[in-house]
C-alpha cells in the first residue's frame, strides 16, 4: 500500500459566511460523497453508480481537486478536466444531498517548496484543461485522460513529488 505523505489542515468551511477562505495555491481540496461517504477505502471496489450516471456528474463518490489560487480549482469531472472557481467545488445540490467538505492538505515539507515549483504545479495543472475524464478508470493518472484523484497524483509526481 502506498504511503501519503500529505498533513491535514483542518479548515472551517462556513457556506453562509462572507469571509474568504485561506488556502495555499496547491493545496488539494476533499469532499465527501453523498451521504457523507468516501468509496475507494473497502476491500472490493464498487461504484456506487453506473457509467451512465457519472457521465452526467451524477456520481458522488468523494471528490479532490486542486487549489491553484485567486480562489479557482482545477479538477477532473465528467466530461472533462476544468479550472472554475473555487465554489463550484462542491453544488449546493451535493450538500443537500449529504456531501461534506473536508479540508485541504498539502504535502509534507511543501511550505519549503520554491515558488518556481508550485508555480510549474498550477501551469502543468493548466495544461491539462480540457482533457477528457477517464470515464473507464483505465488510465487514471493520464496523461491523455484523468480521474480527480488521478489528476492530482499525475500532477505532484510530474513536478518530482511521489503522493
Same mark, same amino acid.
Given at each position: 500500500?502506498?504511503?501519503?505523505? @500529505?498533513? &491535514?489542515?483542518?479548515?472551517?468551511?462556513?457556506?453562509?459566511?462572507?469571509?474568504? &477562505?485561506?488556502?495555499?495555491?496547491?493545496?488539494? &481540496?476533499?469532499?465527501?460523497?453523498?451521504?457523507?461517504? #468516501?468509496?475507494?477505502?473497502?476491500?472490493?471496489?464498487? &461504484?456506487?453508480?453506473?457509467?451512465?450516471?457519472?457521465?452526467?456528474?451524477?456520481?458522488?463518490?468523494?471528490?479532490?481537486?486542486?487549489?491553484?489560487?485567486?480562489?479557482? #480549482?482545477?479538477?477532473?469531472?465528467?466530461?472533462?478536466?476544468?479550472?472554475?472557481?473555487?465554489?463550484?467545488?462542491?453544488?449546493?445540490?451535493?450538500?443537500?444531498?449529504?456531501?461534506?467538505?473536508?479540508?485541504?492538505?498539502?504535502?509534507?515539507?511543501?511550505?519549503?517548496?520554491?515558488?518556481?515549483?508550485?508555480?510549474? @504545479? #498550477?501551469? @502543468?495543472?493548466?495544461?491539462?484543461?480540457?482533457?477528457?475524464?477517464?470515464?473507464?478508470?483505465?488510465?487514471?493518472?493520464?496523461?491523455?485522460?484523468?480521474?480527480?484523484?488521478?489528476?492530482?497524483?499525475? @500532477?505532484?509526481?510530474?513536478?518530482?513529488?511521489?503522493?
Amino acid at each position: 500500500m502506498k504511503k501519503t505523505a @500529505l498533513i &491535514l489542515i483542518l479548515v472551517s468551511f462556513v457556506f453562509a459566511s462572507s469571509e474568504v &477562505l485561506a488556502l495555499q495555491r496547491g493545496a488539494v &481540496l476533499y469532499h465527501t460523497s453523498k451521504g457523507d461517504t #468516501i468509496y475507494g477505502r473497502a476491500a472490493a471496489l464498487e &461504484l456506487p453508480c453506473s457509467a451512465i450516471q457519472l457521465a452526467h456528474r451524477e456520481m458522488k463518490s468523494g471528490h479532490v481537486g486542486l487549489y491553484i489560487g485567486n480562489e479557482r #480549482i482545477i479538477h477532473a469531472v465528467a466530461p472533462s478536466v476544468e479550472e472554475t472557481a473555487s465554489v463550484n467545488f462542491i453544488p449546493q445540490s451535493y450538500l443537500d444531498e449529504g456531501c461534506r467538505y473536508l479540508g485541504a492538505k498539502v504535502p509534507v515539507g511543501f511550505d519549503a517548496w520554491p515558488g518556481e515549483q508550485v508555480d510549474q @504545479l #498550477i501551469l @502543468l495543472a493548466r495544461e491539462q484543461v480540457g482533457k477528457p475524464y477517464d470515464i473507464q478508470f483505465r488510465h487514471q493518472k493520464g496523461p491523455d485522460t484523468f480521474t480527480c484523484v488521478g489528476l492530482v497524483e499525475y @500532477l505532484y509526481e510530474q513536478v518530482g513529488y511521489d503522493i
